[in-house]
């Protein structure tokens, strides 16, 4: 246990539907991350938030939307996503503005879009 | 702007015989470096991390890396592989002057023959 908890551990979804995927801390970090982890490519940085600011959005499509409404949690609303984004998706959580802090991460929601 | 090298995509070992995974880097400013384990369908746990005290960092699980700055390296080792050591490792720079941004290598995975 990392201390950072995903859930649900699996989706099943399709082209139309909207799903939440939810990230929850209780390490008091300061810092939330999502990450996307697709089959024989690098893990990708997609949203970064720091005492609930996003701070980083790498050029994700609009069909991805995050929320974080405190330090503590972090959701990503799904809504007419492809196939294409059928991937792992990591959420993980450090203490910000200090360089020498490992990130800590959950368990994963591996989705599915059919 | 900070990047991360791991020079193996698959490193195929004997059970009882020493590990290598190669990793470069490079950063603009004194980076904090980081080794991640990821198991299948599992999230990434955290072996050991470089953040400018001693060279030679020890870890979980009996692995070490060395901090090479004059070779910009930071390799992971481990004397003796266990079957359990099977899974995909991640070396992980982070700048100081690149705030809470984690740069991920794209993994090497690990398969341990009996």
């Known amino acids: 246990e990392t201390g950072v908890t995903q859930t649900p551990r699996h989706l099943v979804m399709g082209m139309t539907n909207k799903k939440s995927l939810k990230c929850e801390q209780h390490?008091?970090?300061?810092?939330m991350y999502w990450y996307k982890q697709s089959a024989k490519k690098p893990l990708e940085l997609m949203f970064v938030y720091n005492f609930k600011e996003q701070t980083e959005n790498n050029s994700v499509p609009s069909r991805f939307s995050p929320e974080c409404p405190n330090s503590s949690h972090l959701f990503l609303h799904l809504h007419t996503l492809q196939p294409e984004d059928s991937a792992l998706y990591l959420c993980?959580?450090?203490?910000?503005?200090?360089?020498?802090?490992?990130?800590?991460f959950g368990q994963g929601t591996r989705l599915t879009v059919v | 702007a900070q990047s991360v090298t791991q020079l193996d995509s698959h490193v195929s070992v004997s059970e009882g015989t020493p590990v290598l995974l190669r990793c470069n880097y490079s950063?603009?400013?004194?980076?904090?470096l980081f080794w991640y384990v990821q198991h299948p369908n599992k999230g990434l746990q955290l072996l050991l991390k470089?953040?400018?005290?001693?060279?030679l960092v020890k870890g979980i699980n009996g692995f070490e890396a060395e901090f090479k700055k004059s070779e910009t390296s930071f390799h992971l080792t481990k004397p003796s592989a266990h079957m359990s050591d099977a899974a995909e490792y991640f070396c992980?720079?982070?700048?100081?002057?690149?705030?809470?941004?984690?740069?991920f290598g794209g993994g090497t995975r690990v398969l341990v023959k009996p």
């Open positions: 992980v720079v982070r700048g100081m002057a690149a705030g809470n941004k984690l740069t």
């Open positions: 470089y953040t400018s005290a001693a060279t």
């Open positions: 993980a959580s450090s203490q910000g503005g200090q360089g020498d802090t490992e990130a800590f």
């Open positions: 950063s603009s400013y004194s980076p904090s």
């Open positions: 390490l008091g970090h300061n810092a």
